[in-house]
């Protein structure tokens, strides 16, 4: 399949087909740490047409010395505050933090392959 992404040091590749029906589990669930530098912020800020004090008042908590996107509760679950239920989709995709353009190849699931493949049905090991 010539969608599939495979990065080197990864046991498994991905399908971003699967992106269109899987009801964004990697923006949504468990409670976790969407972290945002400064560049990030300021582009953040500029494409939702704030400045980047009030953007990050609205939409940023610290965590330690960094910043992370505030997440709302929605019954047992948690979703970004940046996605979007009716698009199933990302509100500001375009300038979307890294750590969100580099899912799933982060070091963390390097050896939890089967962790992954519950939240991303996008994973499949690779051959």
Do not use: H
């Amino acid at each position: 399949m010539s969608d599939m992404i495979k990065k080197d040091g990864y046991d498994y590749k991905f399908n971003p087909l699967a992106c269109q029906t899987c009801q964004a589990k990697c923006c949504t669930g468990e409670s976790g740490y969407i972290y945002v530098n400064a560049s990030e912020i300021e582009a953040i800020a500029a494409f939702c047409t704030l400045s980047a004090e009030d953007f990050t008042k609205k939409y940023l908590f610290k965590n330690g010395y960094k910043y992370s996107i505030k997440e709302r509760k929605v019954q047992e679950s948690y979703e970004c505050a940046f996605y979007d239920r009716a698009s199933n989709g990302c509100l500001i995709y375009d300038v979307r933090p890294q750590q969100c353009k580099t899912f799933p190849f982060w070091d963390y699931f390097k050896t939890r392959v089967d962790e992954l493949k519950l939240e991303c049905p996008g994973v499949v090991d690779a051959i």
